[in-house]
Structures are given as structure tokens and as C-alpha cells.
């Protein structure tokens, strides 16, 4: 995979450093122009595509999160007993751990005797409410994947924003 980033990187380069107008004999100006700039983006949109090594999960994070999540309870909770009622509750756990840590935070920057907290716990307990998040869709068989797509896109077209969200 690294091989093929590496390759579709070196004709991406090449796509820039090309002269607009050295196309194909048949085509005049404005065609060669017009295949430059198109041969670029299809480049540049394979390289978006393609995982890389500062995001290798990029693709597909919630799938990865979901099998292992799967996996793990196989041998957490072998006679698969845990409710959701008992999942809704530890995700109000972490959730309240989150804040807890969050206060602690914002208690420092206001300058307000107490204990302390670190970013990096934020993110355990950040990481702690995701997975749980997971658990509870794995359970009600939700694609997290999509249900969040379909919600960031939705919201976007609701509030007039362009971003949208992609499939992987
Ligand atoms: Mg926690």
C-alpha cells in the first residue's frame, strides 16, 4: 500500500510541475489545459483515498473499533449477559468521568483552589465514552459509520453548511 501512495505521489508531483500546454499533439490549448487540470484531481483525489501512515485507519476507524470491541467481549462477558440498560449506564459513567476531568481543567485556567486533571486523561475518558458508544450500537445493530455520516451530513444541510461528510 505504501508502494502505491508513494507511486500515485510521485505522478501527482509530476501533474504539477507539467506544462498546461504540452497535452497530446490532437488537443489545442484550451483541451490540454482542461486535461492537465482533470488529470490532476483525479490524482489528488486517489491520494485522499488511499490510507497513509499518519492515518492508517482513516478509512474505516469505527469498523476496526467494532471488531475489536466484538472480539474483546467474548472474553469479557463470555455468557454475553450485559443489558442495555447496563451499557446506557456506563456510558453515563464515562460521559460524567469526561466532565469531571473537564472541570478539573477549567478549575486550573480559572485560577480556583481544588484538584488538578491533564489533557491526557480527557482523552482516556474521551476514548472510554467512544468505545462504549460502540458497545451500545453493536448491540442494536447500528452502523456507527453511517449513523454518524447521516447525522454530521443532515445537520449540515439543517444549519446551511457546506462540510459534508463522506463515505470512506
Ligand atoms: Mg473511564
Known amino acids: 500500500m ?3 501512495r508513494q ?12 506544462d498546461p500546454l504540452g497535452a497530446p499533439m490532437f488537443m489545442d490549448t484550451v483541451q490540454a489545459a482542461s486535461y492537465h487540470r482533470i488529470r490532476r484531481d483525479i490524482l489528488q483525489w486517489v491520494l485522499e483515498m488511499l490510507p497513509s501512515n499518519d492515518n492508517p485507519t482513516r ?8 471488531a475489536a470491541n466484538v472480539a474483546r467481549q467474548k472474553e469479557w462477558d463470555a455468557s454475553n449477559q450485559i443489558s442495555l440498560s447496563y451499557r446506557g449506564n456506563e456510558l453515563a459513567g464515562e460521559v460524567g468521568e469526561a466532565c469531571n476531568v473537564i472541570k478539573k481543567i477549567e478549575r486550573e485556567r480559572l485560577g480556583i483552589a ?9 482523552a482516556e475518558e474521551l ?5 462504549c458508544i460502540d458497545l451500545i ?5 447500528i452502523d456507527l459509520d453511517a449513523a454518524v455520516r447521516s447525522k454530521f451530513n443532515a445537520t449540515s ?8 461528510l463522506v463515505a470512506a
Open 137 to 141: 450500537a453493536a448491540a442494536e445493530g
Open 2 to 4: 505504501e508502494r502505491l
Open 7 to 18: 507511486l500515485f505521489e510521485a505522478k501527482f508531483a509530476e501533474a504539477e510541475r507539467a
Open 59 to 66: 478509512a474505516d476507524a469505527f469498523t476496526t473499533l467494532r
Open 127 to 131: 476514548a472510554d465514552a467512544i468505545i
Open 114 to 122: 481544588g484538584s488538578r486533571d491533564t489533557v491526557e486523561h480527557l
Open 157 to 164: 444541510e439543517k444549519v446551511g453548511l457546506l462540510t459534508r
